[in-house]
């Protein structure tokens, strides 16, 4: 089957707008089977064309390469541009530890062997409400899990950060608690939109968008989309997380991206769409995202006004 791996992925290949686009439509063509698959019984399986890329004007990749977060290099957002190139991304090992039977050190490479990488354009929000629309490749995290064999005592999943201070120069400041550490529910990570992100727009991922490997959780904030993961820990209690920690009542643990919860500090009822002109539209922010058909059922009978 056609599917687009990362072997076939050159990092030397060119990822200029235009021939991103043709090369899309190939790429669509594949992914659009999988989704198929992936939701059968849904409206999804008849209708290929997904509400999480229909209709979505794919940003720029200038911008989404150019206005990242990465608060490991830097807390200005066109920094780490620079900054991360000094990151090296291969080789490269995810641990595994905690509630499961095949813990374990695992080489990226060996993990892409078992997961076909597929295209999915979602769009992503940053908490502090800039949204944009961007085609990653990666994989279902749920198929990755599984082949770890979380046990009945896994309830969450916890993502770390590589820990590097004389590469990564932020975390020589103590803005955050470092390493950076992410974490899920454990329905939430098995969600078919969870994503493992290993590239985007055709491509491999640039270091400041999280080479070699990163999460998207496209119906949350951009903060729970934790980048160059090392440790994935399978845990019974809910964790600490990293933004949650330097200020819990700014950053929930769930972070669903909810207009009708304002952040303390700003409203979340409109966003910025990251454009060529830097900020070029505002619109409504939609509840998760966008999502709220496939996830909020996730979340049915909580109070998001209290689990935010
Ligand atoms: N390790 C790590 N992961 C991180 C961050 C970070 O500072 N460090 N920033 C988060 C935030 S706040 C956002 S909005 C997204 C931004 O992803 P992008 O820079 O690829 O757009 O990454 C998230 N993942
Ligand atoms: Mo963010």
Sequence with gaps: MLIKTKSNILSGEITDRAVFESRREFIKAVTMLSAGVMLPGSAHAQTPV????????????????????????????????????????KPWSVEVVGEAEKPGVYDLEDILKDNPVQERIYRFRCVEAWSMVVPWLGFPLGDMLKRFKPTSKAKFVEFTTLYNPEVMVGQRSSVLDWPYVEALRM??????????????????????????????????????????????????????TAWHKVAPREYGFYANVNPEVPHPRWSQSRERVLGGSIFTAKRNTEKFNGYGEEVAALYSGMDLTKYF
């Design 50 to 89: 997904d509400s999480y890329s229909a209709n979505l004007q794919v940003s720029d990749r200038t911008d989404v390469i150019n206005y990242t977060n990465y608060y490991e290099f830097s807390t200005n957002k066109h920094d780490s541009t620079i900054l991360a190139k000094a990151l090296k991304t």
């Design 187 to 240: 329905d939430e990570a098995m969600h078919p939109l969870t994503m493992m992100v290993t590239g985007m727009y055709g491509d491999e991922l640039p270091n400041q968008n999280g080479a070699p490997l990163r999460l998207i959780v496209p119906w949350k904030y951009g903060f729970k989309s934790i980048k160059a993961i090392v440790k994935i820990r399978f845990r019974e209690n809910m964790p600490e």
